[in-house]
C-alpha cells in the first residue's frame, strides 16, 4: 500500500465558550445549578465529504465539596461516516482558594472512546483504473486486494487534566488532552506520531470588562478580549478576538491563525432569554481553501438552571462569557 500525507487534529469548536470543557476539564462546574450544553459544527460543506461535530454536556458546582462535576459526549463524523469518533467523559474539577476574589481550579477528565473505520468508504490504489477510476462502466466497484481485516471499530480510554486561575478581572489556564497517547489503532509508523495520538497543549486566557454592572454579573454588559491558542503534534493554531454581551444579545469577533497561514474570521451572534442561550457563528475561510470550502458553521445552545434555585446565584468572577 502506498502512504501519502495527511494532516488531521481534534475537533475543535469555534465557539469556545459554549464548550469550555473541551478545552480545559478544570471549566466543569461554572455555575451553582446544573448547565447543560448542546453544540454543532458543520465544516467545509462546499465539500463532497463534510464534517459534522456534535456535543452535549452537563456540569454544575457543588458548594459541599467544593468540586465541580459534569459529563459530556462527543460524536465527530468525518467524510460522511468514513470515519466515525464518539466520546463519552467523565469531568471533575476542586477549586482552591487563593485570596480576596482568586482562586485555583484543577480538573481531570476520564474518557472512553470508541473510533470506527469504515473501509466501505476508502478507496485504494489498486482499485483505480486509468480510464474509468474506482467505479466499472457497468457501475460495479473495483476490489481491492488491501487486507481490511484490521480496519473496524476500536474502543480505547482518554485522559485530560487542566489547571486554571481566575478572579473578577481575567482568566488564564493549560489544558491538556490525551495524557495518555492512546492508540487508536491507525496511527503505526507515522512520522511525528510516536506512541498514539499524540498530547492536545491548549493555553487560554482572557479578562472581563465591564460596561454595565447589574445586580447580577450575570445579567451586566461586558466586553471579554480573549485567546486561545492550541498545539498537538505539529499542529498550531491561536484564535483571537473578543465576546460582547450586553445581557439579552451578544456578539463576537475572532481570528484563527495556523503556522502555516491565516486561516479564517470568526464572527458570532446570539441571544439571551431567562435560563436559554442560543447562539451561531461563521467561519469564514481565509485560506487557500477560499471560498469554495463554503466555511463552517455553528450552533450553540446553553441552559442555565441558576434562576430555578431558591437564592439566584452571583458570581464574583470574570466567567460569565462560559455561562
Known amino acids: 500500500m502506498v502512504l501519502a500525507e495527511a494532516r488531521a487534529q481534534d475537533p475543535i469548536f469555534s465557539q469556545f465558550y459554549n464548550a469550555p470543557n473541551q478545552i480545559n476539564p478544570a471549566f466543569a462546574g461554572n455555575t451553582i445549578g446544573p448547565l447543560v450544553a448542546t453544540n454543532y459544527r458543520l465544516q ?154 499524540p498530547t492536545r497543549f491548549t493555553v487560554h486566557g482572557g479578562m472581563q470588562i465591564d460596561l454595565e454592572q447589574g445586580n447580577n454579573r450575570l445579567s451586566s454588559a461586558f466586553i471579554s478580549p480573549n485567546i486561545v491558542f492550541v498545539k498537538q503534534g505539529p499542529f498550531r493554531q491561536i484564535n483571537a478576538g473578543a465576546y460582547v454581551d450586553f445581557g439579552a444579545f451578544f456578539t463576537g469577533l475572532w481570528y484563527r491563525d495556523t503556522a502555516n497561514n491565516g486561516d479564517a474570521v470568526i464572527g458570532s451572534m446570539g441571544v439571551r432569554s431567562g435560563m436559554f442561550k442560543i447562539s451561531y457563528s461563521y467561519d469564514l475561510t481565509v485560506s487557500g481553501l477560499g471560498v469554495n470550502s463554503g466555511g463552517s458553521h455553528e450552533l450553540g445552545l446553553i441552559c442555565t438552571f441558576d434562576s430555578l434555585l431558591p437564592k439566584k446565584s452571583k458570581y464574583n468572577d470574570c466567567l460569565s462569557l462560559f455561562r
Open 44 to 197: 467545509w460543506p462546499g465539500f463532497s465529504s463534510v464534517y459534522n461535530t456534535y456535543m452535549l454536556s452537563y456540569d454544575k458546582f457543588s458548594p459541599r465539596f467544593n468540586s465541580g462535576f459534569g459529563a459530556s459526549i462527543l460524536v465527530d463524523d468525518a467524510g460522511d461516516g468514513t470515519l466515525k469518533t464518539t466520546k463519552l467523559s467523565g469531568l471533575y474539577s476542586y477549586r482552591i482558594y487563593v485570596k480576596k476574589d482568586t482562586y485555583i481550579k484543577l480538573g481531570i477528565e476520564m474518557g472512553l472512546v470508541q473510533s470506527r473505520l469504515d473501509p466501505s468508504k476508502l478507496i485504494f490504489f489498486d482499485q483505480l483504473d486509468p480510464q474509468y477510476g474506482a467505479v466499472s462502466p457497468g457501475g460495479t466497484r473495483y476490489p481491492t486486494q488491501e487486507n481490511l481485516s484490521d480496519i473496524g471499530t476500536r474502543f480505547y480510554p482518554d485522559v485530560g487534566a487542566g489547571v486554571m486561575i481566575y478572579n473578577s478581572k481575567f482568566y488564564g489556564g493549560i489544558g491538556l488532552k490525551h495524557l495518555n497517547n492512546p492508540d487508536n489503532g491507525y496511527l503505526n509508523n507515522i512520522e511525528n506520531i510516536d506512541g498514539g495520538i
